[in-house]
């Protein structure tokens, strides 16, 4: 899960993208990078932290021009604590190119022997995205006319050239040295990407955006969802170009962007995230009214942030109380940049805490948006009890997670994960619960749907491993799974960085 801008403006771009960086934050809070052009000179700056730790006035001043493209990345692949995979990515031949990529390419290996044994290029870190990088810059040179000059139809012949070589999830915003801003999505239409346009005196300026919530906050109309194998190019001069890249190319959107990922006040494939997590509820509810009828439920309480639509609305269709229980701590790094599982517990701790009156002596349902590894679910099922609660249950808006993500979310491996070889009834035992409710994953796609009818299919490979490329097999999930654990051996706790989407501090 990465955050992804492109821009073509009329004035200064740097200020635009920062304030874009900082809106799609909770996408990644790895490293932040902005690449600008002025004239044919690429300006740079990127680093570890966040974007507000990463960038001061001196950089910004330093990032002259009009057009750009920018990033926060949360690490899925290469190593989180290498400065040198902060994006964007940038290679001098043959034209001078910057990327940003969200995503997670899933032949990696075979396009980087590919890249040295045939396209004598070399990669210097382990990030899949300098892999997808240097292909596209073969695929420029390769479809250049003579003299190696690009024109439109060259540009979109590259990216056929990229779908063609590269399998997995990308979402690209890229820049292209005397030419303009290039942006492309896979074939699946797996990541998101947005377009949208803001009138000036001047003409007309384009965005290009992760969500839709870039475009709102920086006063840019939304245009559409940029389609799965599409191309859009738009040069420095401002004119626009888009034409369709893939052969055969359908919509599978990642279906934990709806339950975790997005901003709430985001819309996704013509999908509003607020609304499905409502229907989520919904969801959850008439599934407790069909198989719990008798239940004792007192009060409904979410756990901050993503869950509490969800938690909401299933409060109100079934005519319990809802009361927010737990108060959450602003000022502290998100969990899934914390050292160790014991890090994360203490985490847990310093970032929600529990009002007392809102547990003693009742019957609680906890609603979070989904269940990974359960190590924070059962803590804060342990600090309802601590609080004086009767009985806790637990609900998740998502169904049982039990395969990993191989999309661009760096979830645990298959050990890891604690619905993997659990039933409902051992992983509720394990998180300390009195009951576990989950979503059903065919209501999962009756929220997402009920919002835009015409979407027919997800990728929802967490939950059913169906994996939609049709490359990934169990071996090769043993291959990213004994590279992840052997990672784990080098680096040292300190240098750990895994998402724990356990616990949901959207910002």
Not at 165 to 188: N, P, S, W
């Amino acid at each position: 899960m990465c955050g992804i801008l492109g821009i073509v403006a009329q004035t200064s771009a740097n200020q635009i993208l920062y304030d874009g960086l900082l809106v799609l934050q909770h996408r990644g809070q790895d490293a932040a990078g902005i690449a600008t052009i002025e004239g044919n000179t690429f300006h740079l700056h990127k680093g570890n932290g966040m974007v507000r730790d990463v960038f001061r006035t001196r950089n910004m001043r330093a990032l002259r021009g009009n057009a750009g493209i920018a990033h926060v990345r949360y690490p899925t692949a290469g190593s989180a604590i290498d400065h040198n995979e902060a994006q964007p990515f940038y290679v001098n031949s043959p034209f001078g190119i910057v990327l940003g990529h969200n995503g997670n390419l899933t032949n990696t290996e075979q396009l980087q022997q590919e890249l040295f044994l045939e396209d004598r290029r070399h990669v210097n870190t382990n990030s899949d995205s300098e892999v997808l990088l240097n292909v596209l810059a073969h695929e420029l040179q390769a479809n250049s006319t003579m003299r190696y000059r690009l024109d439109i139809k060259s540009i979109f012949d590259a990216v056929s050239g990229v779908h063609r070589r590269c399998r997995g999830a990308y979402a690209v915003v890229a820049m292209v040295a005397g030419y303009g801003l290039l942006a492309f999505r896979d074939a699946y239409g797996i990541r998101p990407l947005v377009l949208g346009s803001h009138q000036t005196e001047s003409g007309t300026e384009y965005l290009i955006a992760s969500e839709s919530v870039a475009l709102d906050t920086l006063g840019f109309k939304f245009i559409r969802d940029i389609a799965p194998g599409e191309s859009v190019f738009i040069d420095f001069d401002g004119n626009f170009y888009s034409q369709q890249c893939s052969e055969n190319p359908t919509l599978n959107p990642c279906i934990f962007e709806y339950v975790y990922l997005a901003r709430p006040d985001s819309v996704i494939n013509g999908v509003s995230v607020y609304e499905t997590r409502l229907n989520m509820g919904e969801n959850l509810a008439d599934k407790i009214t069909r198989e719990w009828q008798q239940h004792d439920i007192d009060v409904v309480i979410p756990i901050p942030d993503s869950s509490r639509p969800s938690a909401l609305q299933l409060a109100n269709r079934l005519g319990i109380s809802f009361r927010e229980g737990f108060v959450k701590n602003r000022y502290i790094g998100r969990t899934f940049i914390m050292p160790g599982q014991a890090m994360r517990k203490k985490s847990v701790r310093q970032k929600l805490n529990a009002i007392s009156v809102e547990f003693k002596d009742k019957n609680v349902l906890l609603v979070d948006d989904s269940i990974v590894r359960g190590t924070t679910s059962r803590e804060i099922v342990q600090m309802a009890r601590d609080a004086g609660a009767r009985k806790v249950y637990f609900a998740s808006a998502a169904p049982p997670v039990r395969f990993p993500n191989v999309y661009g979310i760096d979830m645990p491996s298959r050990n890891e994960l604690i619905a993997t070889g659990r039933s409902d009834e051992e992983i509720c035992r394990e998180i300390g619960a009195d009951r576990l409710v989950y979503q059903d994953l065919d209501d999962l796609k009756a929220a997402v749907r009920k919002t835009n009818p015409e979407l027919k299919y997800f990728d929802a490979s967490c939950f059913d491993g169906d994996y939609i490329t049709g490359d990934v097999t169990s071996e090769y999930l043993d291959t990213i799974e004994s590279a992840r654990e052997k990672n784990s051996k080098v680096n040292t706790d300190d240098d750990a960085s895994q998402l724990d989407l356990d616990l949901v501090i959207n910002q």
